[in-house]
């Protein structure tokens, strides 16, 4: 195997492909930390953490990949940043839904999004997070103006806001929520919307490696161990924890009392689409450039692998 895989290691939602690529590898390979920034090379200022002013921030916008990934892992919203300038990316499936939700502090006087009017909710800037909190607002009668929204990165500096009482609410993925949740204990409310956008972590490529008849054969048996594995830890949710536990470096307990916030199920998502459209107007006005149409995203798909690799099973 030589197929290059990148992708966040320090992330939940990617027990799954830690296990995928180990099978596949037969334990001779692992997931390469990084993103879809390694697919195709990106200056640091296109990094979400590069309008965070910290620190610990700055030393994380600091760093531009090269292109050394033949696939990487990324939510859409990162997707969609990168792509505006490289249109040849493509999406091959979803590895992971994440079933975000606000965690906000009861004695700050919330008990529903409506309440977060004027209250400080932190969050990491321009990543999914940042965008489902604003489609939490939007469903509850708010806007992103409503809030005093507190841009803090890496994840756990975000949790910290929370904890000494800097933020009132937190719109963050796992497990810097559940070390929330583990301090503030009844005082901790969690805040969910049902229709709310369900963000999609997603294995991409690019029409360069796709046309590489070696690397898309190896990009077809990937996507069956990546279906495997989601059935696996189903089955098993212990499995995955082992994984993110040995990968992430994160606590174990905050690990297992996470884990049911994320789907892991390797798929093509009906809605994908209409997912991706929602986005696009936001991370275009970001960008400063105009939003892209919906034939423009709908080909930045590529389901024929994952349907090869569903055949092929």
Known sequence: MDLQIYGMRNVMEQATTHIAVDAMSGGKAAVKHGNVAHLVGADASMNSASVVKTPEAQAIAAESPQAVADVATNYDTQFLRFSAKRPDMRILCTVTRGLYHIVARRSAGIASVADLRGKRVATFP?????????????????NESDI?????????????????????????????????RDNL???AIELQ????????????????KLADAGKRAQMVELIRHLIRASALVKANPQIGCDWLAKS????????????RYHDYTACIVPNHLDVLAGQEPWIAAEQGRAARTREQLAALFDQSVYRDAVASI
């Open 126 to 142: 321009r990543t999914s997070s940042h965008y489902y909190l604003i489609g939490e607002l939007n469903a509850n009668g708010l």
């Open 148 to 180: 005093e929204l507190v841009g803090l990165a890496p994840i756990f500096e975000i949790s910290k806001a929370m904890i000494e009482g800097r933020a009132d609410a937190i719109c963050i993925w796992e497990p810097a929520s559940q070390a929330v």
């Open 185 to 187: 204990g009844a005082d």
């Open 193 to 208: 919307t049902p229709g709310v956008l369900t963000p999609l972590f997603n294995l991409n490529t690019t029409t360069a």
């Open 248 to 259: 992430s470096g994160f606590d174990r307990g905050q690990i297992e009392r996470s884990f």
